[in-house]
């Protein structure tokens, strides 16, 4: 592959005026699209093949006036009476029915209830229906006019909170993200001593996440994907992509000072680099397809618009960026090397000069490689401490009231469960079937009253064909708690008490808890993929059992960590004062397994750069320790800057006022920090030295029946020419210093 690769790259190079006319072509094709075909799904939930998405079905069919459909919509308005009143004095009766007056007069409102008052008098509720709401109508000014209405009642001296299904707020995000972004192209500056090469790296990433992502938007025209679909692809291509770009151009720059000429490293640098990139970014691509054994449909599109992102940050990273490196040339390198150039000194002097000063990595790695045990348990102890915590993750598909907690909406809804009771807002609907069922829902509710944690069970009403009657089930806790969770459970499990029917329960709340249920099933399924795929690719990269084995392993350890620390976090409020995101509630259900995805590719990254310089100092000949120490000092450097630019972008998400967000960003932190610092640059090598030779063992028959990747370029050793020596004539090119 290498060999392939390293052409690829210098046809690329060579001809990088149309491989920039064709990137270019690429990205107004995915402008276009986007802008004349994108589309977005609904984002709806409902699963057919859960029990609580058929009864759903059932229940639209035989109760056609439960049934709404996507141009329907609805909100609550929440009133309360002046301190020390009552709603249904004749004064704030007056100011209710001006305010029901109000709303009705909203565009697209097709009715206003009848106003429910709580068991004090003190408020009152009524829920605003919309009709005709399309995919283009901007439900901004509706719910801006109904807050106006609000505001009116508040002027009048009532309280008003506004609720409801268009009034779902997003809180703003904080500028953290962009800042984020600047840090990580401070890190490319001081990491590379060049500002063209930082410049080159980002402008690299950023342009395979742009033709990626218009890529999705376009072809949303045929297949409409939901508002979300682009969180997933946006994390994970802007991370893989400036650690593919990194990793390509910091391999240029130690072939140019090895002395080869700019075309010569181009084309070893995408052969060997190149050939890591191929790998991990096919690693993660099928990963994210992967999520499609899930079967849930959203997961699934979420994982091929995250699987089409990175692998155009990879073919960007093959093509594109040998042509931008063609076009620098050597001002890839810092001012100093390039004075030295002028000068005619070899760098490749200077590097063994450098090399032979101790840097802090290199001690760091010798300290790791002297006492490999003692510093293995240690580090190991500490992160199986730090995931201790996951064992108590619980989950929850959606937040009750909204993810902003100082919007209207959310106040409406506490406003609502302080004065209802808390199911109020999480009303099961469980539907009886079988012959003759007018005679048996009386029997059925009372068995559902006898159940804990029913607030309330009334019999709602049979159908017109006398085969289906629906009980409206209230709960005594909230939608998300797990006594809701529970009495969903116990319904079912009473479902054959009652003969000749049976019992499905449907309603919103028992949609989110199935749907819940299975993410969490799901991602089980998918870590087994995920571990059975990192173990076979890196089986056939490394020609080794116990290394793939030790890599794994340590990404199951970086994912409890970034698992455990969150919990801690968000769930338990342990840093409220450092997070502005609201904590205390259930992790957000499609948290972990897009967690499992982006840290697998990110884990993968560091694993393969890391390990396959030792892989390559070891087949040159050194010793297992010696191989150990080379490698690292390699690439150590360019993996910690990838690791600190992935910590300072996830970290710009961590600031989030959204908890998901928040949460996704804060988890994604502490695993890179895990995996990257932890994993790969203390247990990785101390586990490896403690293996010695056993590390890079392989069964001869199995080595024979894989294929051959060489992400190490050795086809490409045994061909190369010893290199020369830049001197100033080298410079006098087009591509030369400057």
């Known amino acids: 592959m290498a060999t392939y690769l390293s052409r690829l790259g210098a046809f690329s190079a060579r001809h990088r005026v149309l491989v920039f006319v064709v990137w270019g072509l690429m990205l107004a094709v995915g402008i276009v699209g986007t802008v004349t075909g994108m589309r977005f799904s609904d984002g709806g939930f409902s699963l057919s093949n859960t029990e609580s998405g058929r009864a759903l079905e059932v229940m639209r069919k035989q109760f056609p006036a439960t049934a709404t459909d996507d141009t329907q919509g609805t909100l609550q308005l929440v009133l309360t009476a002046p301190d020390g009143q009552k709603i249904t004095s004749a004064a704030s009766k007056r100011l209710v029915a001006t305010a029901i007056d109000g709303v009705a007069g909203v565009d697209h409102v097709a009715s206003v209830s009848k106003t429910l008052v709580s068991a004090d008098g003190t408020t009152a509720v009524a829920t605003v229906t919309l009709t005709g ?60 001593g060049s500002l063209v090469a930082a410049g080159a790296n980002m402008i690299g990433a950023l342009l395979g996440l742009a033709t990626g992502l218009l890529g999705v938007f376009a072809l949303s025209a045929w297949h409409p994907i939901g508002a979300t679909t682009p969180t997933l692809a946006g994390m994970i291509g802007l991370a893989v992509g400036i650690d593919y770009g990194l990793f390509i151009l910091a391999r240029f720059r130690t072939e140019l000072r090895e002395g080869r000429t700019v075309d010569e490293a181009i084309a070893r640098s995408i052969g060997t680099a190149g050939s890591a990139v191929v790998f991990a970014g096919a690693t993660v691509v099928i990963a994210l397809v992967g999520l499609a054994v899930v079967r849930i449909p959203f997961i699934t599109e979420m994982g091929v618009a995250a699987a089409v992102t990175v692998a155009t940050t990879v073919l960007m990273a093959l093509t594109f960026l040998p042509a931008l490196m063609r076009s620098m040339g050597y001002r890839v390198l810092s001012r100093r090397e390039r004075r030295l150039l002028k000068a005619g000194v070899p760098l490749r002097e200077q590097a063994t000069q450098r090399a032979q000063r101790r840097s802090l990595l290199d001690r760091w790695i010798r300290t790791v490689v002297r006492a490999p045990l003692p510093i293995a348990v240690v580090a190991i102890a500490a ?24 919007s209207t909406q959310r106040a409406a809804y506490q406003l609502i469960a302080d004065k209802f009771g808390p199911g109020t807002q999480g009303t099961l609907i469980v539907l009886v079937e079988g012959d003759s069922v007018a005679d048996k829902v009386n029997a059925v509710t009372t068995t559902i009253k006898g159940l804990d944690d029913v607030a309330s069970a009334t019999a709602a009403g ?6 289906t009657a629906m009980i409206q089930v209230v709960p005594d806790s909230g939608p998300i708690d797990d006594a809701t969770r529970d009495l969903v459970r116990d319904i079912r499990d009473h479902a054959g008490d009652v003969a000749g029917v049976t019992l499905a329960v449907t309603g919103s709340t028992a949609i989110d808890i199935d749907i819940n249920d299975k993410l969490n099933k799901a991602l089980i399924v998918y870590l087994i993929l995920v571990v059975s795929l990192s173990l076979v690719l890196l089986v ?15 990404f199951l350890l970086s994912l409890g960590t970034a698992f455990g620390v969150t919990v801690k976090v968000f769930q338990d409020g342990w840093a409220d004062a450092l997070i502005p995101a609201p904590s205390g509630n259930p992790i957000l259900s499609l948290l972990p397994i897009l967690i499992v995805g982006i840290l697998f590719g990110l884990a993968m990254d560091y694993q393969v750069f890391l390990v396959s310089r030792m892989h390559e100092a070891h087949a040159r000949g050194l010793s297992p320790a010696d191989a150990i120490v080379d490698g690292f000092t390699r690439t150590a450097v360019v993996v910690v800057a990838a690791a600190a630019i992935m910590v300072a972008v996830f970290a710009g998400f961590a600031t989030a ?46 080595d024979r029946m894989l294929p051959n990747i060489d992400a190490e370029g050795r086809a490409l050793e045994a061909a190369d020419q010893p290199g020369r020596h830049h001197t100033g004539e080298d410079l006098r090119t087009p591509a030369g210093v400057r």
Do not use: C, H
Request: charge should be negative.
């Open 133 to 192: 709401l399309t995919d283009d109508t901007d439900t901004e000014p509706i719910y801006e006019q109904v807050l106006a209405v609000a505001d009116q009642a508040r002027d009048a001296g009532l309280g008003a909170e506004v609720g409801g299904s268009i009034g779902d707020q997003t809180p703003a995000q904080s500028p953290a993200e962009g800042i984020g972004a600047m840090i990580a192209f401070v890190i490319l500056i001081v990491t590379f």
């Open 383 to 406: 992160l199986l401490a730090l995931s201790l915590p996951t064992f108590s993750l619980k989950t929850a598909l959606s937040t009750p009231g909204g993810e902003d907690p100082d």
């Open 462 to 467: 049979v159908s017109k064909d006398g085969s």
């Open 540 to 554: 056939i990269l490394f020609r080794s059992l116990l290394v793939p084995l030790v890599g794994t392993l340590g």
């Open 657 to 702: 006022v959204s908890p998901f967000v928040a949460a996704i960003g804060f988890a994604l932190s502490v695993g890179v920090l895990a995996d990257a610092f932890i994993v790969r640059m203390i247990i990785v090598p101390a586990v490896l030295k403690l293996l010695g030779n056993a590390a890079w063992w392989m069964p001869r028959w199995l």
